[in-house]
């Protein structure tokens, strides 16, 4: 993510009343269920699948960090990782929720913050259309022909894109200029010839809000059947389809309360249900499902029913949907409809009663793949296919092995042999050349690759960091006794150099300044550390055993240059042999100062 370099005073005193008023329990809480634990709130992580609470939050430091991944910060980089945005964004999202302004920035052709304002003047603009008396009429008969009550068009922000070529682009062009609007998708370049023209056009939209409300694309429908019938905003800079649920801001605190989300395929759909009294169904809108969708509802609720249209695409991807359910660690069950039906049709035909039926109904995952079997004959043989590729798929062994078992109890091949199966088709996956990837977290993203040679932080730095994390009222002493020469890990240097820039900065923003394993080193000791008896004493004592680790590094590299180079070199001669001297007498009255002090400092230095 990109931090921020230099700023205003302006800026500044913005940024640290956002902080003051931006409790990270408070904020982590909206995206995780934490439980206090001593001092301290702790969770799943929603950054990896795990299923013991890794993730630590500590309010007095204003810090997370999770001993699964590495992840950690202050509660800019919370947000930033949460809501997968940049810091100006965070910090945006943070101002909004405290009710704090900030100042005014320009938005630039180059810049995400101008397509967020490009869509949200967008939105803007489709719902007034929809609203005026004359232009939105046949929209409005539309979605009351659809049953879309008022309210559930305002909770959704439905509008409509009026007729003509440049309805938009005539309003927003001159303030965001032309290129821009084809990059957030408003607008498409005239082929052979100057200028844009609008994206949508005379159909109902339906703007894509993340989590936290802006406006990233819009979904469009025509008012008849003309085709395309459907129209989605290209992928661009801030929208990834597969990144996306939609209805996932209006649906987070339904799913936080009742613990399980209901998955549909399209926005009519969510609409529909959440008019009807199923307020935490969001849907994947245009893409087959992807791990990381699921994994986005996986952070707001631990149960889901998936149900998609009844036909055959329906029923196919149901079952692609699977593997990306359960391997997020959601809990899963299928839900049925009939032929021919979708969920918004069949619960505004049928009602809400019928719909809260299909969801009792719905069935396991084994159940489901299994139902072929009925028929006998080929239909058996599918569904032990169908059921060997899932578990293949599923890394979770527990998860893999109570599937195995009960679909032996519904096929009856024999559970031994279901499992060879299994081990057969990922030996056979296995063999298939790939190309070599990227180190990886318990969560499955890539994580900052440690210099080649570095090791693991030593503990004397790592206790010299804890130390000021715990005690950060010592960094200005700190920074001026301790030589950043003596720190030579090149994360507790890093980490050390954050603290030096800032003395009177404090975890959080220590945290907030860092990047990849500086960050997460500091973070992980801002959630571990705790502050000695006697802090001036203890920072002495780190600093003499620092010193001390220097110099005898100093003179170890002395001899070796002596015996290498037999006496030539930097400090040849008389020079060399002072230095050795000098050494000699410093690291004894170091040790003579240690010993006589008493260590504050536990553990081996190396």
């Known amino acids: 993510m990109n931090r921020p370099g230099g700023r205003s005073p302006t800026a500044d005193d913005a940024l640290e009343r956002v902080r003051a008023a931006s409790d990270i329990v408070e904020v982590v809480s909206q995206y995780v269920s934490l439980r206090k634990v001593g001092r301290s709130w702790k969770g799943l992580c929603p950054f990896h699948q795990e299923k013991t609470p890794s993730f630590t939050v500590s309010p007095e430091r204003q810090t997370y960090h999770c001993f699964g991944c590495g992840k950690g910060g202050d509660v800019f980089g919370f947000v930033e990782e949460a809501e997968k945005v940049e810091f100006a964004e965070a910090l945006r999202v943070l101002a909004d929720r405290a009710g704090i302004e900030l100042p005014a920035r320009r938005a630039s052709a180059e810049s995400n913050e101008g397509l967020y304002e490009a869509c949200g003047e967008a939105a803007e603009f489709y719902r007034r259309s929809l609203l005026d008396p004359s232009t939105g009429r046949k929209a409005r008969d539309f979605l009351d022909r659809r049953g879309i009550q008022p309210e559930a068009q305002e909770r959704f922000g439905l509008g409509y894109a009026p007729a003509g070529w440049d309805a ?173 039906e979708d969920p918004d049709s069949f619960v505004r035909g049928q009602g809400h009663d019928a719909f809260a039926r299909v969801r009792e109904a719905a069935e396991s995952p084994v159940a489901y793949l ?100 715990s005690a950060p009222e010592l960094a200005e002493a700190a920074v001026a006794r301790i030589a950043a020469a003596w720190i030579t890990h090149p994360t507790a240097r890093a980490a050390w150099e954050v603290v030096e820039r800032d003395t009177g900065g404090g975890p959080a923003r220590w945290c907030e300044a860092a990047a990849g394993e500086a960050r997460a080193l500091l973070s992980g000791l801002a959630s571990e550390a705790t502050a000695p008896d006697s802090v001036q004493r203890a920072l002495e004592d780190h600093a003499l055993r620092l010193e001390e680790r220097a110099l005898e590094a100093e003179r170890e590299a002395i001899r070796r240059d002596l015996v290498v180079q037999g006496g030539r070199g930097a400090l040849a001669g008389r020079d060399r042999l002072e230095r050795l001297q000098w050494l000699a007498s410093r690291l004894h009255g170091l040790r003579t100062v240690g010993a006589a002090g008493g260590a504050a400092v536990k553990g081996d230095a190396e």
């Open 168 to 340: 938009l682009g005539s309003r927003l062009a001159d303030r965001f200029g032309e290129g821009l609007l084809v990059r957030a998708g408003l607008a498409i370049e005239r082929e052979g010839r100057r200028g844009v023209y609008d994206r949508f056009r005379d159909r109902v939209v339906v703007p894509l809000r993340l989590g936290n409300g802006r406006v990233v694309g819009f979904g469009g429908r025509t008012l008849g059947d003309e085709d395309p019938k459907y129209l989605n905003s290209p992928e661009t800079p801030v929208y990834r389809k597969g990144r996306f649920l939609f209805g996932l801001g209006e649906a987070r605190e339904a799913l936080r309360t009742g613990g399980e989300g209901i998955l549909v395929e399209g926005y009519f759909d969510v609409i529909g249900l959440a008019q009807e009294g199923f307020p935490e169904t969001v849907a994947v809108a245009g893409t087959a499902l992807t791990p990381e969708q699921a994994g986005l509802l996986a952070r707001y609720a631990g149960r889901v029913c998936l149900v998609l249209d009844g036909d055959a695409a329906g029923e196919a991807a149901s079952k692609r949907a699977l593997a990306p359910l359960l391997g997020a660690g959601l809990e899963v069950r299928v839900g049925r409809l009939p032929a021919g």
């Open 370 to 469: 299994c139902r072929p079997a009925d028929e006998g004959g080929a239909g058996h043989g599918r569904a032990v296919r169908a059921v060997i590729e899932l578990a293949r798929s599923l890394t979770d062994l527990a998860r893999r092995e109570a599937l195995l078992v009960e679909a032996d109890r519904k096929l009856g091949v024999g559970l031994e042999r279901l499992r060879r199966a299994v081990e057969q088709e990922a030996a056979r996956q296995r063999s298939v050349v790939r190309e070599p990837a990227p180190a990886t977290g318990a969560g499955g993203e890539a994580r900052a690759e440690r210099p080649a040679d570095a090791g693991p932080v030593p503990f004397l730095d790592r206790s010299l960091l804890g130390l000021l994390v």
